[in-house]
């Protein structure tokens, strides 16, 4: 069955510093322990087709720091920035699994932001959201999808891993 | 917030070749790796204030392993047997967790069987199973329970990880 990773940002800079929420970068220590994580998380054995991240600076960054570490393709994706189309992604998700050499083999990880990982890995899980889910900066929640749709409420977790585990 | 770890036992002998399904020990394959998952955990930095376990041969077995890598104390708890009472089970936990020094440190490590499991975390997180959780044989589940009851539906899901990444 398809994988699906959910990856938060690493630590960014503070808000009030940035008019321009989405230009705040990772700060030194968010560098430091992203490219921490993403090294144990390969070390692991963790792969990934295809990294799709948020077009903001501090998850592009991450991107960056993941796609360096497990050598896979980027892409950004609009609807991975905060408050996204959580039904514009699905629709492009199933086209990507439909044309995957073995749809049951595909791995992709997403980069973005919270509420929306935890509230999008609910949804798929069990259909609605009742925050029971945490993801921390640099975290990483697996979900295996079902073979076929629907997607949601058909999900099943497998991993999520705090980024403190692994630093 | 009180931490409980969900702990499955690692691979057992086979059913066929024990009449008694409470007696099947481990296999050494089962032993060797639940050491190993349990040395990972400990290296990964968690503990437990107590190990409880399933009364069954298996899951003592993996009571012991785990015992002597964290030094946790360990009891028996005949509702963590399959099919054992999950309401019977919070009353015993509401009144341990009351009786801690420290109740919102309070760490839990629970050793028992599937489907009894995932239904218990579920239950826990969501307030009703729909079979949105995998846990392997020697594989674990952690949830954070809420500060205070009702525990169910308010549990938060912080930690899953498929035995295979640690070995």
Do not use: C
Request: net charge negative; glycine share 6%; hydrophobic share 40%.
């Amino acid at each position: 069955m398809p994988s699906l990773y959910l990856i938060r940002h690493g630590i960014a800079e503070d808000r009030e510093n940035y008019e321009d929420d989405t230009l705040r970068p990772l700060t030194d220590e968010g560098r430091k322990k992203t490219k921490q994580v993403a090294k144990r998380l390969y070390d692991l054995g963790l792969r990934f087709d295809l990294l799709q991240t948020s077009p903001l600076v501090r998850a592009q960054q991450t991107a960056e720091i993941f796609t360096n570490v497990f050598s896979s393709p980027v892409q950004q994706s609009s609807e991975l920035a905060p408050e996204g189309s959580f039904e514009a992604w699905l629709q492009w998700v199933t086209e990507w699994i439909s044309q995957h050499p073995q749809p049951a083999r595909a791995s992709l990880g997403i980069i973005g932001h919270e509420p929306d990982l935890t509230t999008w890995a609910e949804t798929l899980l069990w259909g609605e959201s009742k925050g029971a889910l945490v993801l921390k900066k640099a975290g990483i929640i697996g979900l295996v999808l079902p073979e076929s749709q629907p997607w949601t409420a058909n999900g099943i977790l497998f991993l999520s891993i705090p980024p403190k585990l692994l630093i």
